[in-house]
């Protein structure tokens, strides 16, 4: 499988021998554009639609994923993108400063005991810090000016830069709906190929992008991927059936487990840190079954922007993490981490007590303390800006393109995130959700809403959860939505179980099990591996937290 490391000291000549290997976007008298992980920004240096001096001034504040890098006579520039979604890491090598790409645990790393508390709670470790005490983590909207004698670091936006531009009501309203601007991002992003695939599920973002592309009168296929039979491959097959699009099934079968292993091996050496093991080996899987430089459209992270945190996703957002978004005061973030250590005891006691001060002022960071009541939830779009994307979202992306597929996602737009959120007014309204689809129907509502408004008929499909999107915005569908509620309880209540989408404890669990016999040393004093020595009773949460845990003594013994 291919790889895209990138590995170079903070040295002129040093970075300048990395540029050659690297195909310039533009060269304009002195200057030279290099842009890695980015096929809009590519498209509009190329097209002259933006310009250096343009991209220097404000238009780096629109880069969402990847790095520009700008190169004059005697001085090299090197802007990552505002979330810090593309993985860039420094590592003090032998008194030099190494920038790469991916995250190498040798063995003299010395592991950082609070990033791995972070890790288990979290399942991604929080702000610069990384899994190793020698390597940080480049935040996001950093510029890198190197030049022949040194180099120097700076932050272009802080947090509060980004929150007022996201944020601010005293801004001029941005002019049209919050979609209507998806098919410009979309169609601006695209590389030469025609190939265009949406990865289309049973859910909502993707049936929204549908839309937008229907719209248009886009030519694109549709992609789902799971195990055989389950119940959002279905929906989305028969949703592409209906509207005369070809639609393609990647199953996760035994063909896709025999590979298991010859996937974790290609992350953990190529990627940043571990806990993406958990869905990225099904990523993998579905880029190599695609034609090269395909245009993959993708729908990931719009529901945590649009109907708020979930509790429901113990991977990507954890009831943890969403709890501590809600706590009002140190002291609730303090007994948050002891019911924690108390249900999912992963961690050695004696470490957590030692360390509790230290997280309780780190995790304040993305909690309601000191907040007003007027943007008291900003702090939690903080968490899922600037940890979530990068830490979960970020890998995935960077993966995607190894395997030579475009990735496109435009709910990650600048744009469309500040007018979603005036419309939804998401920075007062937002609570964290359950996942229940009859409670939360007021959540759910912009999706209907916002299809009625784009493409009409893709409102009467239904969704996996059994009714109709137009439920959300009819007076029936608002009579029937309680009738599925208590149908599902009914069926969990009988346990009664649909296929699932995927099944990572069946992919792991060999591995686990000899994961738990076999932890590198490092991890002995912080981890509690009396927990993982009972892997088959291992209930949901605590499965993932085992396969995070996996992932690391994978990487710390590659």
Request: proline fraction near 3%; charge should be negative.
């Amino acid at each position: 499988m291919k790889s895209n490391k990138i590995k170079f000291s903070l040295d002129y000549s040093a970075v300048k021998t990395f540029l050659q290997t690297l195909q310039p976007c533009l060269q304009e008298g002195d200057h030279t554009v290099y842009v890695i992980g980015n096929q809009r920004f590519i498209n509009s240096f190329q097209s002259h639609s933006l310009s250096i001096e343009g991209f220097k001034d404000t238009g780096y504040r629109n880069l969402e994923y990847g790095i520009v890098i700008l190169v004059e006579t005697d001085s090299i520039e090197i802007y990552n993108d505002v979330f810090g979604g593309y993985p860039l890491f420094k590592t003090q090598e032998n008194d030099q400063a190494i920038l790469s790409n991916f995250l190498d645990l040798s063995e003299e790393s010395v592991l950082d005991t609070i990033a791995i508390i972070e890790f288990i709670h979290f399942n991604h470790v929080l702000g610069d810090r990384t899994l190793s005490t020698n390597t940080k983590r480049i935040p996001g909207a950093s510029k890198i000016s190197i030049n022949v004698q040194d180099y120097k670091e700076e932050r272009l936006l802080e947090w509060s830069d980004l929150e007022a531009i996201l944020f601010d009501e005293e801004a001029p309203t941005p002019s049209g709906k919050s979609w209507s601007g998806i098919d410009a991002f979309i169609s601006s992003s695209k590389t030469t190929n025609p190939k265009d695939v949406l990865t289309l599920t049973g859910g909502f973002d993707s049936r929204l992008i549908m839309a937008v592309m229907l719209n248009a009168k886009s030519k694109f296929s549709t992609i789902t991927w799971g195990q055989s039979g389950n119940l959002q491959t279905k929906t989305a097959e028969q949703i592409s059936k209906d509207h005369s699009l070809e639609h393609r099934e990647v199953k996760l079968d035994e063909e896709f487990q025999s590979e298991i292993n010859t996937y974790l091996d290609y992350i953990v050496s190529n990627g940043s840190e571990s806990p993406f093991i958990i869905d990225i080996p099904q990523f993998v899987h579905m880029c190599r079954s695609l034609e090269k430089d395909t245009n993959l459209i993708s729908g990931f992270m719009g529901s945590e922007i649009i109907r708020g945190p979930s509790y429901s996703s113990q991977v990507t957002l954890t009831k943890f993490a969403a709890d501590i978004g809600l706590a009002k005061t140190k002291e609730e973030i303090k007994l948050l981490i002891q019911e924690f250590q108390t249900e999912h005891p992963f961690l050695d006691d004696t470490v957590v007590n030692q360390n509790i001060d230290e997280l309780v002022d780190l995790y304040a960071d993305y909690s309601k303390i000191g907040k007003q009541n007027s943007n008291c939830n900003t702090s939690i779009f903080k968490y899922l800006f600037l940890e979530k994307y990068p830490k979960i979202y970020g890998p995935i992306v960077k993966f995607h393109q190894d395997q030579d597929i475009n990735l496109i996602n435009p709910f990650m737009s600048i744009d469309f995130i500040k007018r979603m959120l005036r419309e939804n007014k998401a920075k007062t309204d937002l609570t964290p959700y359950e996942g229940n689809a009859f409670y939360n129907y007021k959540l759910y509502k912009y999706y209907a809403i916002a299809i009625n408004g784009i493409h009409p008929p893709l409102n009467k499909t239904y969704v996996d959860r059994g009714y109709k999107i137009a439920d959300l915005i009819s007076p029936l569908g608002l009579i029937k939505l309680p009738l599925f509620q208590i149908y599902r309880k009914y069926l969990r209540k009988h346990k009664v179980k649909e296929t699932p989408t995927v099944d990572s404890k069946k992919w792991y669990q060999s591995h686990l099990e000899k994961n738990a016999e076999n932890l590198d040393e490092r991890l002995l004093s912080i981890i509690n591996n009396d927990t993982l020595k009972n892997i088959n009773q291992l209930n949901s949460v605590h499965s993932i937290k085992s396969q995070l845990i996996l992932g690391l003594n994978k990487k710390l013994k590659a």
